[in-house]
T-cell receptor
Framework: KAGVTQTPRYLIKTRGQQVTLSCSPI?????VSWYQQTPGQGLQFLFE???????NKGNFPGRFSGRQFSNSRSEMNVSTLELGDSALYLC??????????????FGPGTRLTVL | AQSVTQLDSQVPVFEEAPVELRCNYSSSVSVYLFWYVQYPNQGLQLLLKYLSGSTLVESINGFEAEFNKSQTSFHLRKPSVHISDTAEYFC?????????????FGTGTQLKVEL
């Protein structure tokens, strides 16, 4: 099985712009979660989508949004970029059925740099 | 809400020496516990997990971790490290039962194995 893929791998934007990141989960996985990783704040949960519905949400401003398509692929969008949004954005997929063995598989991440 | 504390930000160790990476957690409900490893410019890989049963869990590459409920700890150990173990290690928790996926991570421990 192919792993979790994220595109693009690297992105450079300027303040005020918006950006869309994409995540393709492992085939058969219905849950996609997004995390932000920065040197200062570490790994922080953004949100989770399951069957096209947001199931969990972290403590991020409304500039951060996401969606999930019927094929389980997910996108996250950040509007009005700030310098502090520079980070590695990680996507993780899982079966999402709530079983005790619901392991999350992570993609390689998208490195976003805001200038 | 849960929190995870990894007291050691960096742990230098010589090759073939033993190592322990410490992890303590706080939660008002029962949790599942995980250790993830991150190599440079890569996503996270699951190293091992505690769901229930035996409090000692092992990985295929020689790492082990022991769940201690009274001390709310989940320390990671390896009796003899290799250069290839150099990476960043993250301890994480998630709530037992349904409700979706939301991992709460510690700040990470950089393990540096030296010759």
């Amino acid at each position: 099985k192919a792993g979790v893929t994220q595109t693009p791998r690297y992105l450079i934007k300027t303040r005020g712009q918006q950006v869309t990141l994409s995540c393709s989960p492992i085939s058969g996985h219905r849950s996609v979660s997004w995390y932000q990783q920065t040197p200062g704040q570490g790994l922080q949960f953004l949100f989770e989508y399951f069957s096209e519905t947001q199931r969990n949400k972290g403590n991020f401003p409304g500039r951060f949004s996401g969606r999930q398509f019927s094929n389980s692929r997910s996108e996250m969008n950040v509007s009005t970029l700030e310098l502090g949004d520079s980070a590695l954005y990680l996507c993780a997929s899982s079966l999402g059925t709530g079983t005790r063995d619901n392991e999350q598989f992570f993609g390689p991440g998208t490195r976003l740099t805001v200038l | 809400a849960q929190s995870v504390t990894q007291l050691d930000s960096q742990v230098p160790v010589f090759e073939e020496a033993p190592v322990e990476l410490r992890c303590n957690y706080s939660s008002s409900v029962s949790v599942y516990l995980f250790w993830y490893v991150q190599y440079p410019n890569q996503g996270l890989q699951l190293l091992l997990k505690y769901l229930s049963g035996s409090t000692l869990v092992e990985s295929i590459n020689g790492f082990e971790a022991e769940f201690n409920k009274s001390q709310t700890s989940f320390h990671l150990r390896k009796p003899s490290v290799h250069i290839s173990d150099t990476a960043e290690y993250f301890c994480a928790v998630t709530t037992r039962g349904g409700g979706g996926n939301k991992l709460t991570f510690g700040t990470g421990t950089q393990l540096k194995v030296e010759l």
